[in-house]
C-alpha cells in the first residue's frame, strides 16, 4: 500500500500538468509564419512558370525556331541606271529635278541638235549621190556593151581590109612574078617592071596596114570589153536598193537619224530622279553622268547574315522583312535569289590582312540577296539604303 501511495500521487500530479492549458503564441509570430509560407508558395510557383517557360521555348525552338534564321544588318539596294550622255553638245533643257519620279521614256534632258540635224542632211545628201552614182554606172554599162559592139563593127571592117589588101597583094605579086619572067626576053620594058614593082611594094605595104588595123580593132575591142566587166562588176547583182555604196550611204543616213535622237535623253523605266548634276547651257561630253534613276519597283535587300546561320539557307527559301520605315505594321515577303561571292570585308577597299600575326576571330557576314514583292512595294515604297530585318524560314526546300 506504501509504494501505491506515491504512485497514485505521481498520476494526479501529471494529470494536472496536462490539464494546465500552454501559454498562447504571440501574433507576430503567427504573421511570420503565415507569411513564409506564402513566400515558399510564390516562389515554387514563379520557379514553376520559369520552367514551364524553359521547357516551352525549348520546345518551340526545336519545332519552330530553329527553322528560321534573322538578321538587322539589312539594307535595301537597287540596280539604278546612270543616265549619261551617247552625244555631245550644249544642254538646252532639263526637263527634270532630284527626287521627281518619271515614267519610262519621259524626256530628261535635250541637248542642242543643230549639229545632228546638219550632220542628217549632209549624210542624207551623200545618199542621193550614192544613188545616182550607181544609176550613172548603170548607164555606163549600156554604154560600155554599145561600145564592145562597135568594136566588133570596127574588127569586121579592118578583116575585110585585110582580105582585100591580101587580094591586091597576091595580084600585085603575080604581075611582078609574070613580068620578071618575060623581061629577060625583052617582051616587057624596064619602065613597066618598075612599075609592077612599085605596084607590089603598095600592095604589100597596104596589106601591113591593113593587118595593123585590125589588130588596132582587136585591142580597142579587148580595152572596151575590159571597161564593160569592170562597170559590170559593180552592178552586177545589185540594185539602187542593194549596192554597197548606196548602203554604205544609208548607214550613215541611219547613224545621223541616230545621233540626232540621242540629243534627247529618255527615262529608260520608270523610276525617280536622283543625284542630279546637269543645268541648263552646260556643254556635257558623250558618257558624262548627269543624274542617275531608282527604279522604285525593283528594289532588293542585301541582307548581311553571320555565316554560323547560312548552313541550311538556300536559294529560294521564303523571307519575311520588316522596314524601320513602317514598323512591324508593314510585312514584306520575298525570296533568297543568290549569294555573294565573298564576305563585305574580303571586298573591301583595303581588305583586313589576317597573317600579320596579330589577328583576332571576328564573325563574317556574307551578303544574301532577296527579291522583293513589286506589288508589295508599290503598295508601300522604299528607298534605297533603309534598314530593314529579314527572317529566312530554312525549313522550306
Given at each position: 500500500m506504501a509504494d501505491a501511495e506515491p504512485a497514485i500521487h505521481s498520476a494526479r500530479a501529471d494529470a494536472d500538468r496536462t490539464a494546465t492549458p500552454a501559454p498562447a503564441m504571440p501574433a507576430a509570430d503567427v504573421e511570420d509564419t503565415r507569411r513564409s509560407s506564402l513566400r515558399k508558395r510564390l516562389m515554387l510557383g514563379i520557379g514553376g512558370l520559369v520552367l514551364l517557360g524553359g521547357v516551352g521555348y525549348g520546345g518551340y525552338y526545336a519545332l519552330v525556331g530553329s527553322h528560321y534564321v534573322s538578321t538587322d544588318n539589312a539594307y535595301v539596294g537597287a540596280d539604278s541606271a546612270s543616265i549619261t550622255p551617247m552625244t555631245g553638245g550644249q544642254v538646252l533643257r532639263v526637263a527634270v529635278a532630284d527626287t521627281q519620279a518619271v515614267r519610262k521614256g519621259d524626256m530628261l534632258v535635250q541637248i542642242d541638235d543643230s549639229d545632228a540635224r546638219i550632220a542628217l542632211a549632209q549624210a542624207e545628201a551623200d545618199l542621193a549621190r550614192a544613188t545616182r552614182q550607181f544609176g550613172q554606172t548603170s548607164a555606163t554599162s549600156e554604154a560600155l556593151a554599145a561600145q564592145v559592139q562597135a568594136r566588133e563593127a570596127d574588127i569586121a571592117r579592118a578583116r575585110a581590109q585585110v582580105t582585100a589588101a591580101q587580094a591586091d597583094f597576091e595580084k600585085a605579086r603575080i604581075d611582078l612574078q609574070r613580068r620578071q619572067r618575060l623581061a629577060p626576053n625583052g617582051a616587057v620594058s624596064g619602065e613597066e617592071l618598075t612599075s609592077a614593082t612599085n605596084a607590089f611594094a603598095a600592095a604589100r605595104a597596104n596589106l601591113e596596114l591593113a593587118r595593123a588595123g585590125l589588130a588596132q580593132a582587136n585591142s580597142t575591142r579587148v580595152a572596151a570589153s575590159g571597161q564593160l566587166?569592170?562597170?559590170?562588176?559593180?552592178?552586177?547583182?545589185?540594185?539602187?536598193?542593194?549596192?554597197?555604196?548606196?548602203?554604205?550611204?544609208?548607214?550613215?543616213?541611219?547613224?545621223?537619224?541616230?545621233?540626232?535622237?540621242?540629243?534627247?535623253?529618255?527615262?529608260?523605266?520608270?523610276?525617280?530622279?536622283?543625284?542630279?548634276?546637269?543645268?541648263?547651257?552646260?556643254?556635257?561630253?558623250?558618257?558624262?553622268?548627269?543624274?542617275?534613276?531608282?527604279?522604285?519597283?525593283?528594289?532588293?535587300?542585301?541582307?548581311?547574315f553571320k555565316e554560323g546561320q547560312l548552313a541550311r539557307v538556300k536559294v529560294g527559301q521564303p523571307v519575311e522583312l520588316t522596314s524601320d520605315l513602317y514598323g512591324g505594321d508593314v510585312t514584306y515577303h520575298g525570296r533568297v535569289v543568290g549569294f555573294s561571292g565573298g564576305t563585305g570585308s574580303s571586298?573591301?577597299?583595303?581588305?583586313?590582312?589576317?597573317?600579320?600575326?596579330?589577328?583576332?576571330?571576328?564573325?563574317?557576314?556574307?551578303?544574301?540577296?532577296?527579291?522583293?514583292?513589286?506589288?508589295?512595294?508599290?503598295?508601300?515604297?522604299?528607298?534605297?539604303?533603309?534598314?530593314?530585318d529579314a527572317e529566312i524560314d530554312t525549313s522550306a526546300k
Open positions: 566587166a569592170a562597170n559590170d562588176a559593180l552592178v552586177r547583182g545589185t540594185n539602187a536598193n542593194t549596192a554597197p555604196e548606196v548602203l554604205a550611204a544609208r548607214a550613215k543616213v541611219e547613224q545621223a537619224k541616230l545621233d540626232l535622237s540621242r540629243t534627247v535623253i529618255r527615262a529608260p523605266f520608270d523610276g525617280v530622279v536622283t543625284r542630279r548634276n546637269v543645268q541648263v547651257g552646260q556643254r556635257v561630253a558623250p558618257g558624262a553622268q548627269l543624274m542617275l534613276i531608282v527604279p522604285l519597283n525593283q528594289l532588293y535587300v542585301d541582307a548581311n571586298f573591301a577597299l583595303i581588305p583586313a590582312q589576317n597573317a600579320t600575326g596579330n589577328w583576332i576571330k571576328v564573325v563574317q557576314r556574307l551578303p544574301v540577296r532577296v527579291a522583293l514583292d513589286p506589288k508589295e512595294l508599290q503598295a508601300h515604297p522604299l528607298r534605297v539604303g533603309l534598314s530593314m
